[in-house]
């Protein structure tokens, strides 16, 4: 990653921490008609989803994974999952090949469904799709992005050295979100990313 990357991940570090002296993210779920909250909330209280690849080894055709992820520290995601992958897995491998990659979440595993089926509108559930990066550990971004997986997923920071688990994120295109009746919510990345009104609460 260039150096110009590093800086600008750091000063898009600092204008969160503005909004973060005062405000923090929901915890509770959001309005269901405030669709970029829903989408924050969603990327923010999970810690798992299934990341989609072009598999090279079947031939091109898709291929889900369980991972783990994490967009923050706990409580105060920044949106952008980030990943801590090996190419003894064959996600990892296949994003060096052909990026274009999607994370699915649900809002079922957060237990704020009820009894509804996971598959119904009103149990929230969200698709991202882009590319998949790698992140130079030495950056500003990378020390960023391992603290935030490390504080979500203390169990990495032992995994084998020998393995050569290498940071990720997920650089995000389109987002298919639904968390409520009338099909999907039109929300754009940087609606996502960039609305604090949207995605903030006072204290």
């Given at each position: 990653?260039?150096?110009?990357?590093?800086?600008?991940?750091?000063?898009?570090?600092?204008?969160?921490?503005?909004?973060?002296?005062s405000r923090r993210l929901r915890l509770a779920k959001p309005d269901p008609?405030?669709?970029?909250?829903?989408?924050?909330?969603?990327?923010?209280?999970?810690s798992w989803g299934v990341l989609s690849t072009i598999s090279s080894d079947?031939?091109?055709?898709?291929?889900?994974?369980?991972?783990?992820?994490?967009?923050?520290?706990?409580?105060?995601?920044?949106?952008?999952?980030?990943?801590?992958?090996?190419?003894?897995?064959?996600?990892?491998?296949?994003?060096?090949?052909?990026?274009?990659?999607?994370?699915?979440?649900?809002?079922?595993?957060?237990?704020?469904?009820?009894?509804?089926?996971?598959?119904?509108?009103?149990?929230?559930?969200?698709?991202?799709?882009?590319?998949?990066?790698?992140?130079?550990?030495?950056?500003?971004?990378?020390?960023?992005?391992?603290?935030?997986?490390?504080?979500?997923?203390?169990?990495?920071?032992?995994?084998?050295?020998?393995?050569?688990?290498?940071?990720?994120?997920?650089?995000?295109?389109?987002?298919?979100?639904?968390?409520?009746?009338?099909?999907?919510?039109?929300?754009s990345p940087s609606e996502y990313l960039e609305n604090p009104k949207s995605?903030?609460?006072?204290?």
């Amino acid at each position: 990653m260039s150096r110009s990357l590093c800086l600008a991940f750091l000063s898009f570090l600092l204008s969160t921490a503005v909004f973060g002296s005062s405000r923090r993210l929901r915890l509770a779920k959001p309005d269901p008609f405030d669709a970029a909250a829903t989408a924050r909330w969603l990327a923010s209280e999970n810690s798992w989803g299934v990341l989609s690849t072009i598999s090279s080894d079947l031939g091109g055709s898709p291929f889900g994974n369980v991972v783990s992820y994490s967009d923050g520290l706990p409580k105060k995601g920044l949106g952008i999952p980030y990943f801590y992958l090996t190419t003894l897995d064959p996600t990892a491998r296949d994003v060096l090949v052909d990026r274009r990659s999607s994370l699915t979440l649900s809002e079922f595993p957060l237990g704020t469904c009820g009894k509804i089926d996971p598959e119904n509108p009103t149990c929230s559930k969200m698709t991202l799709t882009g590319k998949l990066n790698l992140v130079d550990a030495n950056c500003t971004e990378g020390q960023f992005a391992k603290q935030a997986l490390f504080s979500k997923h203390p169990e990495m920071k032992g995994w084998p050295k020998n393995h050569n688990f290498k940071i990720f994120k997920l650089e995000i295109e389109n987002i298919f979100l639904i968390d409520w009746f009338g099909g999907a919510k039109p929300l754009s990345p940087s609606e996502y990313l960039e609305n604090p009104k949207s995605l903030l609460s006072a204290i």
